[in-house]
């Protein structure tokens, strides 16, 4: 088995933590408390072509592995998480719009979206509905060559910004199983009858919105259906979420991270009892404990990233990767802030946001208790 990165991915990792270092940490504290939107990071992310990062090149993207993907997250995600929210969900769609597009779909939407002209996010969650997408009750219905949608969707991570969004919808809210009567519509933001509401308020994330979508009487071209298939629409999304469950993985690699390199750092510099507390055995055992579950957070989601790279589903393998490292960064950041003692819990370091962001990972992309019973059934099914 071959554990190193590749020339390629080893150089991609460091334009990326350059373009970190440069861009996004001298500003992330200042910029994330101050609510404000990371307008320039994002038009330099755009200019280096990270929108395309899953974009076939045939289509203008960087046609990246999905190990660079998760080189991507990673790295952006030890300098601020939530800017690594703004290229997220939209790389997902990018993925599953190369993956079950039409040709005309393909042709229309993957250009732009590549380069950030375009930028999207997934429409899936409801007031009533999150981890059980088949209650989702978004209906549309056929009307000649037009979809009526009437529905409502929440927490939204980029609708603000998006200038078409996959929303999934019940196509035929009769038939059993549910998931085949579900199907995703690509909905353009300037169509009668969608529009985006008031940001959520949310204790981190911040850097990027996540707003209620209301779509009331909104008329969808039937060729905006994704696929030109209705019925398939969970299935689309869900190949979507496996590589989105990496992503989520990575970026909580990279909290981990930061809050080891953090804790190290201040362990070494930090006196007390006339010593530097790293010479203290409690905090040694904490930086072992801690360096350690990165390090596996980290194998666990390159080997997922592999997986998905040599063909074919990896649910099971993504699963483990983001329930693993989300809880490791969890940990994280919690330790690195003990380690702190009462600086940890002081604003004018960074330690506070990397506990504020690392819980999201917990949560989005499907919680840690459902990629448990993801990877339950996986185990299950087999021989
Ligand atoms: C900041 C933020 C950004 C987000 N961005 C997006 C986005 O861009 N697009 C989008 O569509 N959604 C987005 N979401 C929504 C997110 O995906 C959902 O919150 C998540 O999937 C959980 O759904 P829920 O909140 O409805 O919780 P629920 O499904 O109501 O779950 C509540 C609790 O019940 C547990 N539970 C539910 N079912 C089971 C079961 N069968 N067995 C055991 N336990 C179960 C869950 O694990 C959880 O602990 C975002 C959420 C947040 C907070």
């Known amino acids: 088995m071959d554990f190193e990165l590749s020339t390629e991915q080893a150089m991609f990792r460091e334009v990326v933590r350059r373009f970190v270092d440069e861009q996004i940490r001298p500003v992330a504290r200042e910029w994330e408390h101050a609510g404000r939107y990371p307008a320039e990071i994002i038009e330099a992310m755009k200019d280096l072509g990270f929108f395309g990062i899953t974009v076939p090149e045939a289509f ?15 790295e952006i995600s030890r300098g601020w ?104 519509l690509l909905v353009e933001a300037d169509t009668d009858g969608f529009s985006v509401g008031r940001d959520l308020g949310k204790l981190g994330y911040r850097g990027t919105e996540s707003c209620e979508v209301f779509l009331d009487g ?4 039937a060729a905006n259906l994704l696929g030109d298939e209705e019925g398939v629409g969970l299935k689309q999304v869900l190949s979507g979420l496996e590589t989105g469950r990496v992503n989520v993985a990575a970026r909580s690699v990279g909290i981990a991270q930061e809050a080891l390199d953090q804790a190290l750092a201040y362990a070494k510099g930090r006196q007390a009892f006339g010593r530097p507390i790293a010479e203290f ?23 997922a990233a592999s997986r998905i790279d040599a063909g074919g589903r990896a649910d099971r393998e993504a699963g483990m990767a983001k329930l693993y490292a989300s809880e490791a960064a969890l940990r994280a950041s919690l330790e690195s802030m003990r380690i702190h003692g009462g600086y940890g819990y002081s604003t004018e370091l960074d330690i506070e946001r990397l506990y504020r962001d690392a819980p999201l990972m917990a949560i989005g992309e499907g919680t840690n208790d459902i990629q448990k019973l993801v990877i339950a059934r996986s185990l299950l099914a087999e021989d």
């Open 81 to 184: 998480m939530g800017i690594a929210g703004t290229i997220g969900s939209h790389s997902l769609s990018c993925r599953m719009i190369a993956e079950h597009g039409t040709t005309d779909q393909k042709d229309r939407w993957l250009p732009a979206l590549a380069t950030g002209q375009v930028r999207t996010g997934i429409a899936l969650t409801e007031p009533d509905a999150g981890s059980d997408l088949q209650g989702i009750k978004t209906r549309a219905v056929r009307q000649g060559d037009h979809y009526l949608v009437h529905g409502t969707k929440t927490w939204i991570t980029n609708a603000r910004h998006a200038g078409m969004l996959p929303v999934l919808v019940k196509t035929d809210p009769e038939v059993v199983p549910a998931h085949r009567g579900m199907s995703v």
């Open 218 to 221: 909104c008329r969808v071209p």
């Open 60 to 74: 203008g993207g960087m046609g990246a592995d999905t190990v660079s993907m998760a080189l991507l997250f990673e």
């Open 281 to 303: 055995q409690a905090i040694q055992l904490k930086l072992a404990d801690m360096a350690t579950e990165v390090q596996a957070a980290r194998l666990l989601t390159y080997y």
